[in-house]
């Protein structure tokens, strides 16, 4: 069976979560990380060196780096839906997922540690601006690239809106102004038709 180390309220699990979800995957999930302790053990140095979460184990094969363990899974199990046929597609697909790694998660980090994770005394206000200036600015070119397309490929859900979908349920979900974006608000809404985006990314900030 598919192993899954990892809490739930990690943004990176819950890529992993929705994408098994979406695939109908049996599987099992172990609660390590944050409170759950668990990293610095041998056992799970073993599997992940970098004492991170997510890991997977699938029939004795072990993988590590969410967005490479979304690509794993679909393209296992989900091709032709998850893992799109087309090489373009599936290369804007990759290009998309990495695109938030590399240019969302940057300004998004430090404003969702300030604003949800740090006690209010512990807060940076010049780090929440530069982050709601720098999402605000990453958001208005996804809500520009959506004018004409349901999900980032077009009009089929992909691998490509997972990672990105998980960010951007974190965006609306914090206190904050996001401004107008009208296509992103319309490709949230579509996000939170799926069952399995509201049961592993629609959870409470934490």
């Not at 409170?35 to 004795?60: C, K, Q």
């Not at 604003?115 to 070119?141: S, T």
Request: net charge negative; charged share 20%; hydrophobic share 45%.
């Amino acid at each position: 069976m598919l192993r899954i180390w990892g809490r739930k309220n990690s943004i990176n699990v819950q890529k992993v979560m929705w994408c098994v979800a979406e695939l109908g995957l049996a599987h099992e999930r172990i609660d390590v990380g944050g409170a759950f302790g668990g990293l610095e053990t041998p056992d799970y140095a073993a599997l992940n060196p970098n004492r991170r979460v997510p890991t997977i184990e699938d029939d004795g094969f072990v993988l590590w780096e969410s967005n490479a363990i979304v690509r794993y899974l679909a393209h296992k199990h989900g091709l032709g839906t998850l893992w799109p046929t087309d090489l373009e597609d599936e290369a804007r697909a990759g290009q998309w997922m990495d695109w938030t790694i590399a240019t969302v998660m940057p300004p998004m980090t430090p404003l969702f540690w300030n604003l949800i994770r740090y006690a209010p005394e512990k807060r940076d206000p010049a780090a929440v601006a530069e982050g709601l200036a720098g999402c605000r600015a990453v958001f208005a070119l996804l809500d520009a690239h959506l004018a004409d397309r349901a999900f980032v490929l077009g009009q089929a859900f992909t691998m490509g809106d997972i990672p990105l979908g998980t960010a951007v349920y974190r965006w609306y979900a914090m206190p904050v102004e996001q401004g107008e974006t009208p296509h992103l608000a319309a490709y949230y809404r579509r996000l939170q038709d799926r069952p399995a985006f509201r049961e592993h990314v629609m959870i409470p900030l934490s």
